[in-house]
């Protein structure tokens, strides 16, 4: 019998007999898994997989469909409907618990945001409790800002002992948190993503490895970023495919993009970039991609920056062993999504880096503790720091902003709340943090938090909120019609081992699409954060020629220089939504409830004469 912790983390990674869609390491698979029931019978873990999938399916507003807004179940009915679905929700109290105390101003403003892909470092309890170099100001005070630093990509890997002491303290809590030996990889912070993604595209030696293969269902301007400059250097550069309709990999054509037909030939093919799960749809892959890359002289990039808190502990770093590794971080959830870039590199592969092409990479940065910034934008000369944030800026983001759009939450709106809330005392904790600034600097409460929590109750979580969301959707039908579906979803469905995110589109009774960024700023004024994406490389088997014509749209992307025409991808314009770890039933529920207003015809057109007139008497209150 395999140990407890094993079973339980098979349970939370999907993990299963042999199934392509595993996102779970070999050694996890064909274990009971913790979710068995009581039955002395032993059950595995696909066993499981299904028995959750079909009661998720049943278990939703079994035989109902609503035609109307008005006949949602209120929120005291819906979240009992939803418990006796998913009783294992019952088990996450604790995160309502962190919620509730650390992150208070989503339940002060009853915000909803479902656009922060990546991790937080820190609290808004934390945040709140910071150390204000200006107090007078009354202004909450960024935990750090980053600085532009020109110079060598590879030298910045080889370096020992020069980092700041608030960079090698945050640089040891990622490498804890992401389950990495700093023994085994190096580490730089980016500006962002994209950076990242174009510094090692810069760096990587397609003089030799000329080839550039990428495994991303839709538009990534980090991936765009990469394949453009890879391609300036030479490079070859293939894209996976995406059967449709269920998105899932084309998997022959990848493996003959993969596999080597020279098996005598020594030298590295290239570079993969392999994403673990996609952002939009929350497909997972299955990670023997990474090993079939490898075995076929493939250096391999992880891009990690979609993954969830914790995902990172059934990932099996120590079995496969990536070359480079990318992930995001931002400051906190709901409040301050500005953050950086991390981009690690496996020591034994730093010697291949291209040094003349290093020699002047930009995007990477440093971590400024927040008093010092004034001071490094006084100070320096505009030769060895550019800075990224100038006065300006830097004030800015002590003022949160109004936009709902991975942005901080509405400052007034938090001012009214506040005052009508009780707020909680300062503890023992808060006065330490107070009178120690490096301490707060460094002490990543929102890492602590995930730690704390732990991959299974995480996990579980997403899990239970993401299938009721995919069902609930699906029970949203236009009235006077023979069950035409307001949503349609793009991806996975219920599933037990997807992501927790959500690409879908509205359609009114004319089957004609509700067009995403209209859906996204409608749901911005009911306080809803969403984004939008471009689902591509989708391949249409033969039996669906027919609808290829009808689904995919064309993006404008710019001019072919040589060509002289505009150049245009395939693909579909989708709406998004991604679950955090802080998500809860309300968060879905509201979510639901604004996509059920579409199914009144005048919906769109009533938000259109509202904002036209709240915007007449905003005028005339100017006047």
């Not at 199934?19 to 064909?30: D, E, V």
């Not at 998913?86 to 479902?114: A, E």
């Not at 503890?427 to 107070?434: C, G």
């Not at 490389?537 to 749209?553: D, H, M, Q, S, T």
Request: aromatic letters at 12%; proline letters at 5%.
């Amino acid at each position: 019998m395999q140990p407890p912790c094993l079973m339980e983390i098979a349970a939370a990674c999907g993990g299963g007999s042999g199934g392509g869609s595993s996102c779970c390491p070999t050694p996890l698979l064909n274990f009971p898994s913790s979710t068995s029931t009581t039955s002395t019978t032993p059950r595995t873990s696909a066993a499981s997989r299904r028995d959750f999938t079909a009661k998720a399916t049943a278990g939703v507003f079994p035989n109902t469909n609503f035609t109307n807004p008005e006949s949602l179940p209120a929120p005291p009915q819906a979240l009992a409907l939803f418990l006796a679905a998913f009783p294992q929700y019952n088990q996450t109290q604790k995160i309502d618990q962190i919620r509730n105390k650390q992150y208070y101003h989503l339940n002060f403003t009853n915000h909803t945001c479902l656009d922060y892909i990546g991790i937080g470092l820190f609290s808004y309890h934390q945040f709140q409790k910071h150390h204000n170099p200006f107090p007078s100001s009354n202004l909450n005070f960024p935990f750090f800002g980053v600085s532009y630093r020109t110079g060598n990509f590879k030298s910045r890997l080889l370096e020992n002992g020069l980092d700041s002491d608030l960079e090698s303290a945050i640089k040891r809590r990622i490498f804890r948190f992401l389950n990495v030996s700093d023994s085994d990889y190096s580490m730089v912070f980016t500006a962002n993503r994209t950076s990242a993604f174009k510094l090692l595209a810069e760096s990587y030696p397609f003089q030799t490895s000329n080839k550039l293969l990428t495994v991303y269902d839709y538009e990534s301007e980090a991936v765009e970023a990469m394949v453009n400059t890879s391609q300036n250097r030479g490079a070859l550069t293939m894209s996976a495919e995406f059967s449709w309709p269920r998105l899932r990999i084309n998997s022959r054509k990848l493996k003959e993009m993969i596999v080597s037909k020279n098996k005598k030939k020594k030298t590295k093919k290239g570079l993969f970039v392999f994403p673990l799960h996609s952002r939009i749809t929350g497909a997972r892959y299955p990670y023997l991609w990474m090993s079939i890359a490898q075995e076929n002289r493939w250096h391999v990039l992880v891009d990690a920056c979609a993954l969830g808190p914790k995902d990172m502990d059934c990932f099996g770093l120590s079995l496969f062993r990536p070359d480079f590794l990318v992930c995001s971080f931002y400051k906190v959830f709901g409040e301050n999504p500005s953050g950086f870039g991390c981009l690690l590199v496996k020591k034994s592969v730093i010697s291949i880096l291209d040094t003349n092409s290093c020699s002047s990479n930009v995007g990477i940065v440093n971590l400024v503790p927040a008093d010092k910034l004034f001071q490094l934008a006084e100070d320096s000369s505009g030769t060895d720091t550019e800075l990224e944030i100038h006065h300006q800026q830097f004030m800015s983001q002590m003022v949160p902003s109004t936009s709902s759009f991975s942005g901080p939450i509405s400052y007034e709106s938090m001012k009214t709340a506040q005052t009508s809330t009780t707020q909680f005392p300062e503890t023992e904790e808060d006065t330490n943090l107070r009178s120690n600034v490096s301490e707060i600097e460094t002490k990543c409460k929102g890492l602590d938090q995930m730690d704390s929590l732990g991959l299974i109750l995480i996990s579980t979580r997403a899990r239970c909120l993401i299938n009721w969301l995919v069902s609930s959707l699906l029970k949203l039908k236009h009235p006077n019609t023979e069950g035409v579906s307001l949503v349609k979803i793009y991806g996975p469905k219920v599933k037990f081992d997807r992501g927790p995110a959500l690409a879908f589109n509205v359609f009114d009774w004319k089957g004609e699409k509700v067009e995403p960024v209209l859906v996204q700023k409608l749901a911005d004024r009911s306080n809803i954060s969403l984004s939008y994406g471009f689902l591509q490389n989708i391949w249409f088997p033969e039996k669906y020629a027919e609808e290829k014509g009808r689904v995919l749209e064309r993006k404008e992307v710019g001019k072919d220089e040589k060509m002289k025409k505009v150049k245009a991808n395939l693909g579909i314009s989708v709406v998004t939504a991604a679950l955090g770890f802080l998500t809860n039933f309300d968060d879905v529920y509201k979510l639901w409830c604004f996509v059920a207003q579409f199914l009144d015809a005048d919906f769109v057109e009533k938000e259109r004469w509202r904002y036209t007139a709240l915007n007449q008497r905003t005028v005339l209150e100017v006047l």
